[in-house]
């Protein structure tokens, strides 16, 4: 860490963002009013220590849920609805069949994966109320309603029952999506009133789900400061994070939303000291619109983060209790060195990283920026397991996270002031870089070992070593490159337009099924996915293998020419 850096880490302090989030205990977020109240007070706070603001005002197509509760056999089961549910107030009835899931978000992915409609599972949920563990995800939800079910009540791990979202639509619909829309109620209950409910559809009973829902369109707050930079003001960091939340959501988004109100503090009064801009933006929309208002900002502003974005960091969960290490943490393999020296010098941890999910505002992916966290520091795993605790998605791994239980307690004032910092110095590094830090030849080792794995399990059933040459001959190109930049054989401006424009290509090669400046569902999605099939193709009967390598040839294809078209910018730097 140098002078600078240290010198400007010194500057923060605690008392401005806990006070924020004192405040933001004492009232729920759930609502576009309450939420648009919090904006105010996160610009208030802002422009009083005379950081300028600008407030964009988007329409947001979002779903309120309100009551919930589950009868059977003459008893009422508490309940609640996730967001985008069907509204049934009035109540819907239906015969009870269990389907096994896993209340094990470590696991969700996986089994996600393992899901697929067929004649058994629709002769089986077909006009039936479905009763299966898990956190009411869109991918039960859109499964179980393409089968014929005609609701799902989802068994949450404890005692308590968490909020949540269940369309797969991602952001605002537009008419393609419509039909997505789900259509069937759902709501959770905790896990004793789920394994009740289990005896109940093994005797063949049937329950009523009520649910009640408000849906439509709602004027929305959404703060976007820009504190521009002395030598390239044109490019930015993007810092981002939640401001709506579910209840009084401390740990999930508050604790977040302070640490950037804290870095705008210091940012602002450091700004002749920046090299390129950064923005900050407070989204509206992320727990009752699937991320509206982050998608709101990716369309309308999609063009400019095209150009001159280099990379965005979100903001999720920080600073909570417990919270010592930095396990779990989102980051696209291009910035994990980049990240994993920042958490060192800082906090001294050793960052264990993963693949990030298709969660969370990464609402980016489509334009194809390299991207880094989303979840902050966690709680050990043996910790949680001492505690009784299992996996969730947020509030450093406490399992208030997404109740009425994420209060005041749930933040930690020196994990707090520790995460600002950690974050504080990834953005201002990253807007200071004479060269952007994002190292492309770790995205290759991704790569090749994705098609190793995804050939392992193909077998002999289709042939991928065109794309495992392709990936060596873009490692090797990636290896000449970054040699000629250190050698200073290459300009920092064409180094760093390379280095940019990669991400346009290889991220959504590596993290997209549509076509740029389109949103995926909000379902997982597996490295390179134009193979996936290749996962599953040796499984396929005989009679389908035909159709799957079709599907495969078709996908190599796509992605060799991705891989050709960044050995072509690169290439397009060997005269510079």
Known sequence: MNAAETKLLDQVTIDEPWALVESFSTFKREHPDDVNRGMDEVVSRLKAHGVEVRVHEPDLFLSLPGQARVEADGQIFRAKPPAFSADARDGFTGGLVYIPGTTNMDEEDAFESQLEAGPDMEARVRGKIVLTEGFASPAIISLMEACGAVGVIAINPGVDIHWGICTTIWGI??????????????????LESGKTLIEMAQAGKSATIITEMEEGWFRSKLPEITIRGTEEPE???????????????????ATGDATMLEIARVLWANRDKLRRSVKICWWPGHSTGRYAGSTWYSDTFALDLDENCVAQVNCDSPG?????????????SEAHDFLAQVIREVAGKELQSERPHRAGDYSFNDIGLSSYLMLSSAMTDAHREELGYYAVGGCGMNIAWHTENDTLEIADKDILLRDIKVYLLAVFRNANASVLPMDWRATAREFQATIDDYQQQAGDAFDLSACSVATTTLAEDLDRFYARVDQGRVSEDTANTVIQELARI?????????????????????????????TKIAKRPVDLQGFSRTELVRGQNQVIAGMRAARKLIASAAGS
């Open 235 to 253: 490019k930015y960091v993007l810092l981002h994070g939640h401001l709506d939340s579910w209840d009084v959501g401390v740990g999930d988004n």
């Open 173 to 190: 619909p537009g008419t393609a999506d419509l039909d997505r829309k789900p259509r069937i109620p759902a709501a959770a209950v905790n």
């Open 506 to 534: 290889l991220v959504p090669l590596n993290f997209n099924r549509s076509a740029r400046f389109r949103h995926d569902p909000a379902l997982t999605i597996p490295p390179l996915p134009a193979l996936e099939e290749a």
């Open 320 to 332: 909570c209790r417990w919270a010592t290490e930095f396990i779990h943490v989102s980051v696209m």
